[in-house]
């Protein structure tokens, strides 16, 4: 896509507008959003009692059954699509109307896998209230606290899923209470579909999606997954990069060699695979291989976007323990935006107790490439494989043969998968990203703005997602980042789940 | 040492007169040192049937009374060198005269350990006598064989320390009895000393001759032990490389970090460990470090003697699976003139099953480095680490602290061993050197010339034993070079046995 005039004028616009709140949601207020919070809180820790993950298709089929009683009796209708005994749910709002845009909102039931063990609490299927002691621990307090008196927002559910992601699905639920105990509707034909698999990566969210093409059709897709910005203020996101894996094996001698007869003589693998990957980077983290980040296009909208986002660098830094960063972007923001070129693991013959006095017989590195909507996998791929075959290597599969040995100097293998995920990207001036930005300053003001993050450098399978409906999207996250998602004592602070409540109610009665 | 034009002379003079035999051995006809052999043989056996791994004393001690009878009965003065329960064992043959020479040949009594499972036969420590069989497979034939009727050079005898190193120690034992047999005298004064930790590198062999520097004074010494050129040509040897060791650890962020949110922020550990050791060599191989090479100084007449290696390298290439070799030297002999730097091992996070999509917290490089007599490990120790701070890294012991991490961008640590041995060389010219030319063609004849190997790649404990005494050296090895040496099925060809023992014939006969 390149940058030309009239899409540079069409940007500055956007941001202009996104400055303005042209129509108001109506903004649920927050005494009345807590109450409707411990209203729902039984039905929550009902739910997260149901383990999830997708690998027992029973387990997720309990949950459905659970979830499709839920949404009916708050008058959606429902709909179990099939999914080799993983079924997904679909949910819809009564009252569909012809002119009105349809928003079709991704959530997901399935959760990862859990270590019991490892979780400071009787199971991670039981779910538990804490509080942080004044020591800084979390302290399990009785859940009958959630359903009389006051509620403290720092207090915590712990339990798998909390968070990532039936926090949000019973979010959702308690926001439609809302409107539906207010006498209101929602100011949008409203749509749902639960993924089982997304902890898998969605690898038959496309399958199914393509299967209920009618059923799902809609104007926008609104995701609710991953965490809010690190300041757990209002967030949306625009994107996401994507990932693929690569293989580098480089050969040396046809088995290792006395290093002291061999060294000097024949060529080692591991220096040369060092050379290779060497070539590829500058000493400030930027690739140099010619193309590779030359699809990306920021303009000074897009980098203002990015400049907004309150990252705190400097605590950043101190928390990574490292006093500079790469050169790739100008802050974190703008690294995101770029595919990156990373050694996830390297290895040639031993290090530590095993190692010997040998010129190893090869040396590997395993990479993984974040790709971006502009440059995907297939595209990196070739630059880097393009690029070693550029630097004198004859690449083989598997392991060379005596021939392949006999003839060419420099041997190496480069296997390519891209199957990680691919990326997405949405216009940060798309209806839906204005849409729901409006509905998220009508409901918490614009002191501080939202936080906007044009691309999440983390792979989620957005692309997955929104690839057969082919509409703009927006990712509205919803948990406190420091939810520890996918590990031991997943949590969920109750702040969010009030603030959940409100940005759901907000977006549902939001005129698109 | 500088090329001086004094000592290029020299050289030249010394390179002339080597193809001239001025003195002449008493050549040991083939046949009578067949006999010899035959006579010896049982001996041998018996020899190696005590288990000489130096991890056991008594087993030592064991060998040292063995020996020390055997060079008894033949006349020789015996005394065991006390070290530490393993002692070493020195022999004098009588009729030492003060206007002779006196020469010191040193060998060494134990052993490799033995993984007897690996082993192709009963036991390492019961020998054995193998013929090659049509398949190619070596196959037992009686042992008997050895005492009666023809003897095949082609046969070997299968056992530990049939090679390395006791056969040599039988070889003089025949040589003396050869001479004795015919009435005969050695032409320079015979001292023996037989270690008893070669294999662990020799740690004790200089503090040993420290304490009887007396006793072991001597002109020159001839070390038998290794094998001859792989055309098993006679072979001299006047000098071998030495070996330090070195650890490289570069340093990333404080814990692995989560390569979609980090990549192209996080500098990679392992990118710049590529980089850095890239940095250290061109893409031929050769070190690019100031310095590195310079101290080797090679004129016409070195490289002569090197050309001279009948080195079949098209064949070696082949053997190692590799098209072309680096370009250190402009042959396999030349190389081994210089230093190496070898990256022996390399390692950052995982590869295979276990890797993630991560930046790794550090990656590490396990080096060796071959050193020669000019350029000696502390030497090139300390170039490197010059290099390395010269990229920018700020060098720590251990792991970096949080100040650490906040204040140096690059951060690694350097861990220089020099304990690997040092290099050892004699001049080609030197006297024993001579001798020994003359002792070996005044046996075999110059057609064709012997094997004069400047300075073998690997690292054997020459220095160790050269540097108390002081004196000039030369290596003769006696065995075949394809004997499996440290190996299961070490073995020893009887054709090398009846030519050692003509070779120490000639030596024990040659004029000095």
Redesign the interface.
């Known amino acids: 896509m390149s940058p030309t005039p009239v899409r540079k004028l069409a940007l500055l616009i956007a941001t202009a507008c996104l400055s303005v709140n042209v129509v108001q949601a109506a903004s649920l207020a927050p005494d009345i959003a807590q109450k409707q919070a411990q209203a729902s809180y039984r039905e929550y820790l009902d739910l997260l009692s149901i383990p999830n993950d997708s690998i027992v298709p029973e387990d997720i089929r309990r949950n459905v059954t659970w979830l499709e009683e839920a949404f009916r009796k708050r008058g959606f209708a429902t709909q179990s699509l099939d999914n080799d005994g993983k079924p997904m749910l679909f949910a819809e709002y009564p009252g569909k109307q012809a002119g009105r845009k349809t928003v079709l909102f991704y959530m997901h039931l399935d959760g990862q896998p859990v270590i019991p063990a490892q979780w400071a609490q009787k199971s991670p299927w039981t779910p538990v209230l804490k509080q942080k002691a004044a020591n800084g621990n979390w302290e399990e307090i009785d859940s009958a606290k959630l359903f009389a008196g006051a509620v403290d927002p720092e207090w915590r559910v712990f339990g798998r899923s909390s968070s990532d992601d039936k926090g949000p699905i019973m979010m959702m639920l308690a926001a439609i209470d809302a409107l539906k105990a207010a006498g209101g509707a929602p100011a949008v034909n409203v749509k749902v579909i639960l993924d089982s698999e997304e902890e898998k990566g969605s690898p038959s969210i496309a399958k199914v999606m393509q299967a209920h093409r009618d059923l799902l059709a809609c104007d926008a897709i609104v995701i609710h997954d991953g965490p809010m910005h690190a300041t757990n203020r209002p967030t949306l996101v625009f994107g996401n990069?994507g990932?693929a894996k690569a293989k580098l094996v480089v050969f040396?001698?046809?088995?290792p060699?006395?290093?002291?007869?061999?060294?000097?003589?024949?060529?080692?693998p591991?220096?040369r695979?060092?050379?290779?990957?060497?070539?590829m980077?500058d000493?400030t983290?930027r690739v140099t291989i010619p193309g590779y980040y030359s699809k990306v296009r920021l303009g000074d909208a897009e980098r203002k976007i990015m400049a907004a986002v309150p990252d705190d660098e400097v605590a950043l830094k101190?928390?990574?323990?490292?006093?500079?960063?790469?050169k790739?972007?100008a802050n974190?923001q703008e690294?995101?935006q770029?595919p990156?070129?990373?050694?996830?693991?390297?290895?040639?013959?031993?290090?530590?107790d095993k190692?010997?006095?040998?010129?190893?017989d090869k040396?590997?590195?395993?990479l993984?490439l974040?790709t971006t909507p502009d440059s995907d996998a297939a595209y990196l791929g070739k630059l880097v494989e393009q690029h070693i075959v550029k630097q004198g290597y004859h690449l083989v599969q598997g392991t060379?043969t005596?021939e392949d040995?006999?003839?060419?100097?420099k041997l190496a293998s480069f296997t390519y998968q891209s199957e990680g995920g691919n990326a997405a990207g949405s216009p940060i001036d798309s209806p839906v990203a204005k849409w729901a930005y409006q509905a998220i300053t009508g409901t918490f003001g614009t002191n501080p703005e939202p936080v906007r993050i044009r691309m999440?450098?983390?792979?989620v399978p957005t692309a997955e997602i929104v690839e057969v409906l082919k509409v703009p999207f927006v990712i509205v996250p919803l948990v406190n980042a420091d939810n520890n998602q996918h590990a031991a004592n997943e949590n969920l602070r109750l702040g969010n789940y009030t603030n959940g409540i409100r940005t759901l109610h907000g977006l549902l009665t939001q005129p698109f």
Do not use: C, W
């Open positions: 990069r990932a040396g001698p046809k088995s060699l006395h290093s002291g007869h061999y060294g000097n003589y024949a060529p080692n591991a220096q695979l060092a050379t290779l990957l060497a070539s980077k000493d983290g101190r928390r990574l323990g490292i006093a500079q960063t790469d790739v972007g974190y690294a995101m770029y990156s070129l990373n050694v996830r693991g390297m290895g040639a013959a031993a290090i530590g190692v010997a006095n040998i010129v190893p040396a590997e590195a395993e993984d974040r060379p005596d040995r006999a003839r060419y100097d999440m450098g983390g792979t």
